[in-house]
């Protein structure tokens, strides 16, 4: 069965699941494979369940006139939701980077949500699963689309910019992580810059007389790498911000303080010369977020969100997911920020945490995972690193932290780190917690 057919079928039965467990009536099940599942086993149950219909990429499990066979179910996946994508004149903002995608997404969601109706990725889901799954969430109230997407592999945005097809785009930065995929920073950069590379391709097609016209992107004029980037692709439609004095970009900004919570002021100069400064005060924690705060200012800008929507939007926004979070216990005050870790967000975080006053300081870092042969290297620069916070206390967990020089504690795994928050308590203290996701360091937070 051709594309178009398998999406007339969607269009009669616009429900489609990936879970057996999870088989609304009516709906059609699609057999995707994993690490440790293939879908196509379950695609009879599927059908037990209340699915009308199940599509498989395994010969031998098809059979009957609701089985259908496909090459592959994935692709299959990702070329409906392209053709249920393509069902929606609106704009669709496509953010990648290495880090604060997640941060910067919700952001320029929650300033666009105070005038539009806004579809944005849910959580993280930014892989070539994720991102289908949020295009086949479109619906005709959705006036914009936000879509966040990763990558740890090259070829990984190229492949989810085709199947969201964006109008417009963001790179928040360059940096340190995945190595081991990437290879190289330099890998890592080709491979952001394949967000880049789509929008200039498409950036003389069907301009608009009216609006952002195909193409545009949104670029942080702090970040030398994004801008060589985009001049070496020829980027026409550029909207800058950033906290320089480059008189040329669009949005500026400056921090105002970070002990903890970050506020910042930022101003735009309108076609009449005209500039209103605006100051904010989020409850964002580290003097990083001052440029994700800035895209999302800048996107605002674009679509004509009124300033004081833009203002009250960032205010209001309070991080989750153990994303630059502040919690007070009945023991300790913690900054939590273990959903990931590379060398360039730790570099960040700790630089963030040596300038936050206070008199006990204590950090719990944890490994970063998907380093290669960096690994050792970038592990020691972080114990390095940490002398200037002038911590009490600094207890480095994982066996790659176990392999670096230094006379700071070690443990093997947050097992470990439990066991030795209960035999001593720590008190009165501001503790950062920080490590790659699969090191689980949120656990800790209860404990402390």
């Not at 300033?111 to 539009?116: A, F, H, M, P, R």
Request: glycine fraction near 8%.
């Amino acid at each position: 069965m051709d594309i178009g057919k398998l999406y007339d079928l969607y269009r009669q039965h616009p429900c489609i699941t990936t879970d057996s467990r999870h088989c609304p009536p009516g709906s059609i099940f699609l057999a995707l494979k994993g690490e440790t599942f293939n879908g196509n086993d379950y695609a009879a149950k599927a059908l037990e369940n209340g699915c009308a219909y199940a599509i498989v990429d395994e010969a031998d499990k098809a059979g009957g006139d609701n089985i259908i066979l496909v090459d592959n179910c994935l692709q299959t996946y990702k070329d409906l939701a392209r053709m249920h994508r393509r069902q929606f004149d609106i704009p669709v903002l496509a953010i990648t980077g290495t880090n604060g995608k997640t941060t910067t997404k919700e952001l320029i969601a929650a300033v666009l949500g105070s005038q539009y109706n806004v579809l944005f990725t849910e959580a993280n889901y930014n892989n070539d699963v994720g991102v289908p799954k949020t295009l086949f969430r479109l619906a005709p109230e959705h006036e914009i689309a936000v879509i966040e997407m990763g990558a740890s592999h090259p070829g990984d945005i190229k492949t989810l910019v085709e199947t969201a097809e964006p109008t417009c785009g963001l790179i928040t930065n360059v940096g340190r992580a995945h190595l081991q995929g990437f290879g190289s920073f330099e890998g890592v950069k080709r491979t952001k810059g394949e967000l880049y590379d789509f929008l200039a391709d498409r950036q003389t097609l069907d301009p608009t007389e009216e609006g952002m016209p195909m193409g545009f992107v949104f670029i942080n004029d702090d970040d030398d790498d994004l801008r060589a980037m985009a001049d070496e692709r020829e980027l026409i439609f550029q909207f800058g911000y950033g906290t320089g004095d480059n008189e040329e970009i669009s949005v500026k900004g400056r921090l105002e303080k970070a002990d903890p919570y970050v506020s910042f002021s930022w101003w735009f100069s309108d076609e009449d010369g005209d500039t209103e400064h605006n100051r904010v005060d989020t409850h964002l924690i580290g003097t990083y977020n001052i440029h994700n705060l800035l895209a999302a200012v800048a996107v605002g800008i674009c679509f004509d969100v009124d300033n004081d929507n833009i203002c009250r939007a960032l205010a209001d926004y309070v991080p989750s997911n153990n994303r630059s979070q502040l919690e007070q216990t009945a023991h300790n005050r913690l900054v939590v920020d273990a959903y990931n870790a590379n060398p360039t967000s730790m570099a960040a975080a700790i630089d963030n945490f040596c300038h936050i006053s206070h008199p006990h300081k204590m950090l719990i870092l944890g490994d970063m995972k998907e380093l290669g042969a960096d690994s050792e290297t970038e592990h020691q620069r972080v114990a390095d690193m940490v002398a200037r916070c002038q911590a009490e206390e600094v207890w480095l967990v994982g066996p790659e932290f176990a392999k670096t020089q230094c006379e700071y504690r070690k443990l093997p795994d947050t097992e470990a780190v439990a066991a030795a928050i209960g035999e001593h308590q720590p008190q009165g203290r501001l503790i950062l917690i920080k490590g790659s996701h699969s090191m689980r360091l949120d656990k800790l937070v209860e404990l402390l």
